[in-house]
């Protein structure tokens, strides 16, 4: 990335340089929460979360199911997810993850009321 020097915004070879870096970063602290913070919670609260990360990345993927579902509905995802890195869900606080389980709740009904609307226009 030094190569890119003050044009790394500037250029979309230096925006996908930075993204990916900072995705690689996100998975590296992700495994680190997992591998050493999350075997310090009690045995209840680990199972909690788990089930809540569950919970909310199989949403995810019925979201993205949608025949609705589109490059704007990924663009808006980020506000339904608290802003948090899809990698990073498993690291967010446990009312964080309670608040996007239930985010994506609504917005995935939002996408199955517009896929039922689609198919009643068809």
């Known amino acids: 990335m030094d190569s890119f020097g003050d044009e790394l915004f500037e250029s979309e070879e230096g925006m996908r340089a930075f993204d990916d870096l900072q995705e690689l970063?996100?998975?590296?602290?992700?495994?680190?929460?997992?591998s050493t913070f999350l075997p310090?919670?009690?045995t209840d609260v680990a199972k909690r979360r788990a089930e809540r990360v569950a919970q909310a990345h199989f949403l995810?993927?019925?979201?993205?199911k949608c025949k609705s579902w589109d490059d704007k509905s990924e663009l808006k995802l980020s506000s339904w997810v608290e802003h948090v890195p899809e990698v990073m869900i498993p690291c967010t606080s446990l009312p964080n993850l309670l608040r996007i389980v239930e985010n994506l709740k609504e917005y995935l009904e939002i996408h199955r009321r517009m896929d039922r609307e689609l198919e009643e226009t068809s």
């Open 60 to 64: 995810l993927t019925e979201c993205r």
């Open 40 to 42: 310090t919670l009690p």
């Open 25 to 34: 970063v996100w998975k590296k602290k992700t495994e680190q929460f997992v």
